[in-house]
Nanobody
Framework: VQLQASGGGLVPVGSSLRLSCAAS????????MGWFRQAPGKDREFVGA????????WYGDSVKGRFTIARDDAKNTVILQTNNVKDEDTAVYYC???????????????????WGQGTQVTVSS
């Protein structure tokens, strides 16, 4: 399985950024697709995820109302639309896959089966 993340960069406070992650190597209908992030000196934090079909989504408390996650299942891609970004959104963002057998609640780091390589998002004030 390969996860290729893209879309990171340097953006000003209050702006928007779109992150994309394309998965390959198997079928993903039994996997939740989503994102975690890790800021310097901090633990990895859950951002958002979506189940196959997009009918079920989860968000971390710090991004609710600002970030939106969506899946394009035909392309095995998950999109994270970040709006009104803040300084504290600066982090490396990691694409992640969790098999649905591990649960139906908000994903946690220990449940992740596959990780992408990470893409840096830096918010400038």
């Amino acid at each position: 399985v390969q996860l290729q993340a893209s879309g990171g960069g340097l953006v000003p406070v209050g702006s928007s950024l779109r992150l994309s992650c394309a998965a390959s190597g198997r079928t993903f209908s039994n996997y939740d697709m989503g994102w975690f992030r890790q800021a310097p000196g901090k633990d990895r934090e859950f951002v958002g995820a979506a189940r196959w079909g997009g009918g079920t989504t989860w968000y971390g408390d710090s991004v609710k109302g600002r970030f939106t996650i969506a899946r394009d299942d035909a392309k095995n891609t998950v999109i994270l639309q970040t709006n009104n970004v803040k300084d504290e959104d600066t982090a490396v963002y990691y694409c992640a896959l969790r098999h649905v057998i591990r649960g139906s609640q908000l994903p946690v780091e220990e449940q992740i089966d596959y990780w992408g390589q990470g893409t840096q998002v830096t918010v400038s004030s």
